[in-house]
Each structure stands twice: as structure tokens, then as C-alpha cells.
């Protein structure tokens, strides 16, 4: 079966720099999407992968090595408004949109 | 403000009741989605359009229709509603289409809370 791996919860320090995993095992590959979602709200575009390597938007930034199977989203300089949760998200070779269950990210003062 | 529009944003309903999601998007995507999210799991698509006049079954239809008359409209139905329907409904589009997918990001709607008692 097609299965995305975060873990659930993250906390982290406000001003520090937090790193969250998604591991994938899916029918064939298309992109690797990154998606913000405050609670009580929608989720909003970060990024999207479809290449190896590190790309960079801001304080955040998105990689991906498609032969491990493997992206992580870095966050830099957190501030309280981080507070979210971090859904990763991959396109399989039928053009489906494989979602984890969510990174939920902590930021204390 | 452009965007996607969803109605009602929470509802409380008895088991049995029919009950119709709105969702209208004013982007002219050619794809809509309707998902489901519970907690502990990923979004789970539940049906899809590539392009007005089409429609797809997703990766839990059972119990939801749906229907796309026109590019702009995309109404999630529960013909008779069941307590494990009780949910955060997400309705989304995109731009381009492929297969239930897309190749471009998704624009989700702020949501429809559901209970069914």
C-alpha cells in the first residue's frame, strides 16, 4: 500500500530552527508538496519538490531525495505564528495526492 | 476576495438526514476536490472533477455524491447521514487536472465542520 510518515508532534523554541521528516512509499512519484495548516483553518501551499535537493522560500526550506524516499521542511528563526501543523503530501504516478496525517508543531516562548 | 467559497462552515444534523455541502470557486480552476479530515489521519479525497461536466470517486465516495453543472460550483451531498460522517469537509480546486490528481497546487475552501448526531 501507499503510506506517508511524519511524526505527530514537534516542539521547538521560538528563534530556533526546527526540522520535520516525511518518509514516503508510494505507486511511482510526481512531487512532494508541503502544506501549512493553522488549527481551525485550511491548509495553505509551502512548497513543492520534484527534484533532489534543497529548495529555498524565506525562513523556510523544503528537500527531497527521491531514491530515499525522503523530504524534510526546514524552518528557520521560528516565531509563535508557526504554531501549525505541517502536512507533507506526494503525487504518485496516477496523478493521486498521497496525504500524511499531519506534523504538529509546538513553538514555546 | 477570490478564493473558495464553502457553506455552511459548521452544521449539526440528525442521523438520516439528507444534507448538501456548497463549495463555489471563482479562480476558473478546471479541477475541484472534496476531502475529508479526521483527526489522526491524512486528508482522504473523498470525490473529484477535472472539468465541468465530469466527476470521480475518490478514496472514500461511499455515502457522498457530487455533482460540477458548471465550472464555478461543485455541492458535496450525504443522502442520508451517518454518525461516522461526522467530520471537517475541505473543499478544494486547482488549476490543470490528471487522473483524481493535478500537477499544480490546491486551493482549499476554509472548511465545513459536520455533526451527525
Known amino acids: 500500500g501507499q503510506n506517508i510518515d511524519q511524526p505527530t508532534e514537534m516542539t521547538a523554541t521560538e528563534g530556533a530552527i526546527v526540522q520535520i521528516n516525511c518518509t514516503y512509499q508510494?505507486?511511482?512519484?510526481?512531487?512532494l508538496f508541503w502544506y501549512q495548516q493553522h488549527a481551525g483553518e485550511a491548509p495553505t501551499f509551502l512548497s513543492y519538490n520534484v527534484l533532489d535537493g534543497l529548495e529555498e522560500k524565506g525562513r523556510f526550506s523544503s528537500f527531497l531525495s527521491r531514491s530515499k524516499g525522503y523530504s524534510y521542511l526546514l524552518l528557520k528563526e521560528l516565531q509563535m505564528k508557526d504554531s501549525a501543523s505541517y502536512l507533507c503530501?506526494?503525487?504518485?504516478?496516477?496523478?493521486?495526492?498521497?496525504w500524511g496525517a499531519g506534523t504538529k508543531l509546538i513553538i514555546k516562548p | 476576495i477570490a478564493g473558495i467559497t464553502q457553506a455552511p462552515t459548521s452544521q449539526i444534523l440528525a442521523a438520516g438526514r439528507r444534507m448538501t455541502l456548497r463549495c463555489t470557486q471563482d479562480?476558473?480552476?478546471?479541477?475541484m476536490y472534496w476531502y475529508r479530515q479526521d483527526l489522526g489521519l491524512g486528508l482522504r479525497l473523498i470525490h473529484y472533477?477535472?472539468?465541468?461536466?465530469?466527476?470521480g470517486k475518490g478514496e472514500v465516495p461511499d455515502g457522498y455524491s457530487v455533482s460540477r453543472a458548471n465550472t464555478d460550483d461543485f455541492p458535496l451531498t450525504l443522502a442520508s447521514a451517518v454518525p461516522s460522517q461526522t467530520s471537517v469537509y475541505f473543499c478544494?480546486?486547482?488549476?490543470?487536472?490528471?487522473?483524481?490528481?493535478?500537477?499544480?497546487?490546491?486551493?482549499f475552501g476554509e472548511g465545513s465542520r459536520l455533526t451527525v448526531l
Open positions: 508510494t505507486s511511482g512519484f510526481n512531487g
Open positions: 479562480m476558473r480552476h478546471n479541477a
Open positions: 478544494a480546486s486547482s488549476d490543470g487536472g490528471g487522473g483524481q490528481g493535478h500537477t499544480g497546487e490546491l486551493f
Open positions: 472533477s477535472n472539468t465541468a461536466g465530469t466527476t
Open positions: 503530501a506526494v503525487l504518485d504516478s496516477n496523478y493521486q495526492l498521497i
